[in-house]
């Protein structure tokens, strides 16, 4: 089991869950944080930290897309530690249908 960030992420991008991984296993694309499922230790602490409510444990149901995109950008990203200015729309964004279609491919300045 990890856990993983999933798509009310996109474009909130908050970055509270950064500041409090005791195991800096968070990567940073251009709108959207990963958790590195070989590097979380499952601890749970970010879960309740997110504003946007995005993260989960990998067994709750219907997580497949997410559990892949978090495996796969963890690879391609940079790795980061400390919480940046979070988007000034951050809260604009918060529950809006389908970012998925939003997700950039780009990484982040890590
Ligand atoms: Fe880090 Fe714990 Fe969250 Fe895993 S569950 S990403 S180890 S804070
Ligand atoms: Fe994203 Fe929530 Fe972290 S919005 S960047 S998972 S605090």
């Not at 980061?80 to 990484?107: C, V």
């Amino acid at each position: 089991m990890t856990y993983v960030v999933t798509e009310n992420c996109i474009r909130c991008k908050h970055m509270d869950c950064v500041e409090v991984c005791p195991v800096d296993c968070f990567y940073e694309g251009e709108n959207f944080l990963v958790i590195h499922p070989d590097e979380c230790i499952d601890c749970g602490v970010c879960e309740p930290e997110c504003p946007a409510d995005a993260i989960r444990a990998d067994t709750a149901p219907g997580l497949e897309k997410w559990i892949e995109l978090n495996a796969k950008y963890a690879r391609l990203w940079p790795n980061i530690t400390e919480k940046k200015q979070e988007p000034a729309d951050a809260k604009a964004w918060d529950g809006k249908p389908d970012k998925l279609t939003l997700l950039s491919p780009n990484p982040g300045s890590g």
